[in-house]
């Protein structure tokens, strides 16, 4: 069992810069694939960015390109998302993922079968 904690969630202004991350109980990015999904109010959950250091694969939603960058410290067990020039629709709930997913799936909410609880963005315009 991988346990997962997200946090550095918050309120922030349009244009902001906000860093999350997501702590494993055990080794998980050397042989998992990790990725960050969202969920915001009344909509279903989405990828938005996913790291499988093993394959040195890297991949981003269309919405978030250019703006957020996913990264991982081995030594620390912790999986980043740092998210610049925030926009309003950027607001949800963000969520951690682990598993051993391959690398075209890395997109795929049901590649992963480990999940945090959530760290909630909100970025007011």
């Known amino acids: 069992q991988v346990n997962l904690v997200e946090s550095g969630g918050g309120l922030v202004q349009a244009g902001a810069s906000l860093r999350l991350s997501c702590t494993a109980s055990?080794?998980?990015?050397?042989?998992?694939?990790m990725a960050w999904f969202r969920q915001a109010p009344g909509k279903e959950r989405e990828f938005v960015a996913a790291?499988?250091?093993?394959?040195?694969?890297?991949r981003y939603a269309d919405s978030v390109k250019g703006r957020f960058t996913i990264s991982g410290d081995n030594n620390k067990n912790t999986l980043y998302l740092q998210m610049n020039s925030l926009k309003p629709e950027d607001t949800a709930v963000y969520y951690c993922?682990?598993?051993?997913?391959?690398?075209?799936?890395?997109?795929?909410?049901?590649?992963?079968?480990?999940w945090g609880q959530g760290t909630q963005v909100t970025v007011s315009s």
């Open positions: 993922a682990a598993g051993r997913v391959i690398v075209s799936s890395m997109t795929q909410e049901s590649a992963y079968y480990y």
């Open positions: 055990e080794r998980t990015l050397s042989g998992y694939g």
């Open positions: 790291l499988k250091k093993s394959a040195g694969s890297i």
